[in-house]
């Protein structure tokens, strides 16, 4: 199955669908996204430049299968369509956070938080960002 995005002219995920393979087939049997979005044009009355292949396996640059990642993230509604980097990108966390284009994720201003210890995983330990303080706080379940 190929699944495509359907975006607004501001390049907002309005919508993910899910498309047989056979209607992305070229001429030469090869999948190809540009007939993939004039089938989603003809049959969803939606311009063809609207509409973004993603992939299903792909999350944070990373495919789930060991394949090539595509475009970063799966897309999901309310995503952000980046075309210059090619991502989608899942709404911004937190004010302060800026794009890691390298692993097409938000990242704080300080970095990623704190490791636990298996200890602490164990007695329920999590940090959360502060965004007051710009710090990944130690919390507790």
Do not use: C
């Amino acid at each position: 199955m190929a699944h495509f995005a359907k975006i607004t002219e501001d390049n907002k995920v309005l919508q993910v669908l899910t498309v047989n393979n056979s209607d992305v087939l070229n001429a030469d049997g090869v999948e190809n996204e540009a007939v993939g979005q004039q089938y989603l044009q003809t049959h969803n009355n939606w311009p063809s430049h609207l509409w973004i292949q993603t992939s299903y396996n792909t999350h944070k640059n990373q495919h789930r299968n060991g394949g090539t990642p595509f475009r970063g993230n799966y897309a999901g509604i309310g995503y952000d369509w980046d075309s210059v980097n090619q991502i989608f990108w899942p709404p911004k966390p937190y004010d302060s956070w800026v794009k890691l284009i390298s692993e097409a994720r938000w990242q704080s201003p300080v970095g990623d938080a704190p490791e636990l210890s298996q200890e602490q995983i164990n007695t329920g330990y999590y940090y959360s960002w502060n965004e007051l303080n710009q710090t990944w706080d130690l919390q507790t379940f």
